[in-house]
């Protein structure tokens, strides 16, 4: 086993990031680029010099072997004989002078990633996974990395690999995208089954027609399994009542100390209050009165925020909040499935309505003009309407 070292050679403290020993250091490694196409000798030829790929992609069943080989010879050539198809990770910083550093399962690795719980979150805190609304980064802080650098990392999550490289053909290294690049491939592999479920049309369909969504609120678990109820096409009643269930004092006080760090649903503190003691008083049409009429008054003042006017159609609030989830997760592809959500809102929540018909307890037009037989307000719709406003309260 190797020593862990730090910067001085000393021994670490207790809490200090470290490597877990030391690098491989390789000379004349002069990376430059992945051909992009075939070419005969004497033709120009294009070439990736950047690139993002996860083992699910057939490319990178295609070029993976060779860059393996090629690192792989140059360890040999300095007397190391790594094994990189059994690494977990492996991350490689290449010099201006092509000398390199190989780092094969000893660089520490830090991920970065936003938080559900309200409040500032201290150095030491216990952090579980139900505590995480999204992963945005993935890095090596103990490998020093400069801007004429070039880098390639592979890292393994369960049975998945992914591939990124940078090979800086400008000379500046855009370290900050690197990151956030290798937390989007980490999050794909970690949460493949989820991204796969949503991509599947008919489960999504289910998933909403079902009111229903990956609410950022839910546990991983607890959207792993409504998802495999959906997909088998199994009765939700017993996944739904546990979900009730778990939703006591603390998690719905939690939930509730979010939305007070908003601006826009503090001010309606005095309205949102009586929905979340009616939840725990088990009156389900309190929750959804209160509630469904709220959303669009939150949407709307958000909307207002940005614009200075309010929209003319309660229809382009559903995008706008969309656009704001995107910025706020910095992009489409996070554990936000702002797309996805938008979606969401416009199939259940904004649901086509006509007033001679008879509606849903999910549906705001049916709820709005009492078109819901009282059968329809149940438990679960209520958590669904709690866990609607949740969702928008990240997007802010």
Do not use: C
């Amino acid at each position: 086993m190797s020593d862990i070292d730090t910067e001085d050679g000393s021994a670490p403290k207790i809490g200090e990031i470290a490597n877990l020993g030391d690098p491989i250091l390789l000379n004349n490694l002069n990376l430059a680029g992945i051909s992009a196409e075939a070419a005969q000798g004497g033709q120009k030829v294009q070439i990736w010099t950047r690139m993002a790929l996860t083992s699910d992609q057939d490319l990178f069943q295609r070029i993976i072997g060779y860059i393996a080989s090629v690192i792989e010879h140059a360890a040999n050539h300095v007397g190391a004989y790594p094994r990189l198809n059994r690494a977990q990770n492996v991350f490689l910083v290449m010099r201006p002078d092509n000398s390199g550093e190989l780092w094969v399962d000893t660089a520490a690795i830090a991920t970065y990633h936003a938080i559900k719980r309200p409040g500032p979150i201290f150095a030491g805190t216990v952090i579980f996974e139900n505590d995480v609304a999204d992963l945005t980064g993935l890095w090596f802080p103990r490998v020093e990395v400069g801007p004429q650098d070039r880098i390639l990392a592979i890292i393994r999550e369960g049975w998945r690999f992914a591939l990124y490289f940078d090979f800086n053909p400008d000379g500046e290294l855009a370290i900050e995208e690197a990151k956030r690049a290798l937390g989007t491939l980490y999050r794909r592999m970690r949460y493949a089954d989820l991204y796969s479920s949503l991509a599947h049309e008919p489960t999504f369909k289910g998933m909403v027609g079902a009111g229903w969504f990956p609410f950022l609120e839910l546990g991983i678990t607890e959207i792993r399994t409504l998802l495999g109820m959906i997909e088998a096409e199994f009765p939700l009643d017993e996944t739904e009542q546990n979900l009730i269930s778990a939703f006591d004092d603390k998690r719905l006080e939690r939930m509730f100390s979010r939305w007070m760090e908003r601006a826009h649903l503090k001010e309606r503190e005095m309205i949102l209050r009586p929905a979340i003691n009616a939840f725990k008083n088990s009156e389900p049409v309190t929750v959804i009165k209160i509630i469904l009429s709220e959303i669009e008054g939150v949407m709307s003042d958000a909307y207002f925020q940005v614009h200075g006017e309010r929209p003319y159609r309660a229809s382009k609030l559903p995008g706008f909040m969309i656009e704001q989830a995107e910025q706020r997760a910095g992009g489409k592809d996070t554990l936000f499935f702002p797309v996805e959500f938008g979606q969401y809102l416009k199939d259940y929540t904004y649901a086509d309505f006509k007033p001679d018909d008879l509606g849903t307890a999910g549906s705001r037009h049916a709820v709005s003009h009492g078109r819901v037989p009282g059968s329809q307000y149940t438990m679960a719709r209520a958590l669904q309407a709690l866990l609607t406003l949740d969702q928008l309260a990240f997007y802010m």
